[in-house]
T-cell receptor
Framework: DTGVSQDPRHKITKRGQNVTFRCDPI?????LYWYRQTLGQGPEFLTY????????KSRLLSDRFSAERPKGSFSTLEIQRTEQGDSAMYLC???????????FGPGTRLTVL | KNEVEQSPQNLTAQEGEFITINCSYS?????LHWLQQHPGGGIVSLFM???GKKKHGRLIATINIQEKHSSLHITASHPRDSAVYIC???????????????FGKGTLLTVNP
């Protein structure tokens, strides 16, 4: 257990539905990252927060995706109008300080039917 | 954009063998991570290094900045070492910070008893 938690661990949804995932980082960590991992691939960067500010977004993050970190603590990632191609593991990580070692949560596995 | 390549993609070994996994990248970096991912998704950070060599138990990680190459070695391998090992790099950008990671596809290691 790295101290980063994600909820839910698994989500099965039908195409077209909206889903929301939550990440709780290690409490003193000011940086929070979302990554997506498809089967057989390494994770890919989606977006990054420093405190409550979203500082960078990947072009992978289409307009159906939105992420928030309203109080600089937990974060949510919402996917609207899910598509089968959204099926993946969604990973959250957090870090702080100049070393910036990232600690990963267990991930949320999304299956879109 | 940094391109991260790992080799081999799959590796099968007998218990006790010495294991080497390689990682190369295309653009200068500020740090390189070696990560371990077990079935089910959870990612654990093994090493973060920017130069030289680090050792933790039976694991050794080395990096050659000039050659843009890193290796992860496992001595006296054991079936519990079976996992996916992922190399990830943090780009070196002039000026402001760049904290996101770019990942390789991973190496699936299976150690048979």
């Amino acid at each position: 257990d790295t101290g980063v938690s994600q909820d839910p661990r698994h989500k099965i949804t039908k195409r077209g539905q909206n889903v929301t995932f939550r990440c709780d980082p290690i409490s003193e960590h000011n940086r929070l990252y979302w990554y997506r991992q498809t089967l057989g691939q390494g994770p890919e960067f989606l977006t990054y927060f420093q405190n409550e500010a979203q500082l960078e977004k990947s072009r992978l993050l289409s307009d159906r995706f939105s992420a928030e970190r309203p109080k600089g603590s937990f974060s949510t990632l919402e996917i609207q109008r899910t598509e089968q191609g959204d099926s993946a593991m969604y990973l959250c990580a957090s870090s702080f300080g100049s070393l910036n070692e990232q600690f990963f949560g267990p991930g949320t596995r999304l299956t879109v039917l | 954009k940094n391109e991260v390549e790992q080799s081999p993609q799959n590796l099968t070994a007998q218990e006790g063998e010495f294991i080497t996994i390689n990682c190369s990248y295309s653009v200068g970096i500020s740090a390189l991570h070696w990560l371990q991912q077990h079935p089910g998704g959870g990612i654990v950070s093994l090493f973060m290094l920017s130069s030289g060599k680090k050792k933790h138990g039976r694991l050794i990680a080395t990096i050659n900045i000039q050659e843009k190459h890193s290796s992860l070695h496992i001595t006296a391998s054991h079936p519990r070492d079976s996992a996916v090992y992922i190399c990830a790099v943090k780009d070196r950008k002039g000026g402001g910070s760049n904290y996101k990671l770019t990942f390789g596809k991973g190496t699936l290691l299976t150690v048979n008893p």
